[in-house]
């Protein structure tokens, strides 16, 4: 390099970090809700998949209370055992390309939950339905997810 382009690079490099510590502070953040979001596959039809889920959602009450059924989603709220943990539950069907499969798309939220740190509550609202109501081992049962997309994901051991 010669001395010109040297100059003209730290003068840029100075210009750069001149500007990123005159930035303001980025936003605290606002309150943080775990939840996790996950999709599964089935090789039955969703008129089969949805009733057999809101059906264990009933059958798990008062843990699990269902809030609204309407044609391709079901609502449902979820609350701890020691009453002190709320989260809400969605369930999206859509059939599947192949025919007579059903794709769910499952989200479970914390309300007023503040900590990132969820220990797979969120996951296992979601799985220990699906677990409950013998669907982890209907025929074609996938389960797509990461830890990104649903919170202590691969860490979670949920108990039923
Ligand atoms: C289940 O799916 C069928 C077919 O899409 C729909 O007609 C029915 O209303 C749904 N039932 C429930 C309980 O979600
Ligand atoms: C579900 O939770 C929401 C939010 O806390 C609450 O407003 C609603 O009354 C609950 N519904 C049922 C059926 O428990």
Redesign the pocket.
Known sequence: MTMKTLLLASALLAGLFGSLAAAPAPPAPSTYNAFCRTQWLFASPCAQINTTIVMQIQAMSPQY???SVIADAIKA?HTSVDGLQ?E?LTFFFSSTVMIGGCRVTAMSTS?GFTSILDNGLNYCNLYNLLSASGLTSSPGFMEMTNEWACLSYGLATCRV
């Open positions: 209370e269902l809030v709220n709320a809400t309300l």
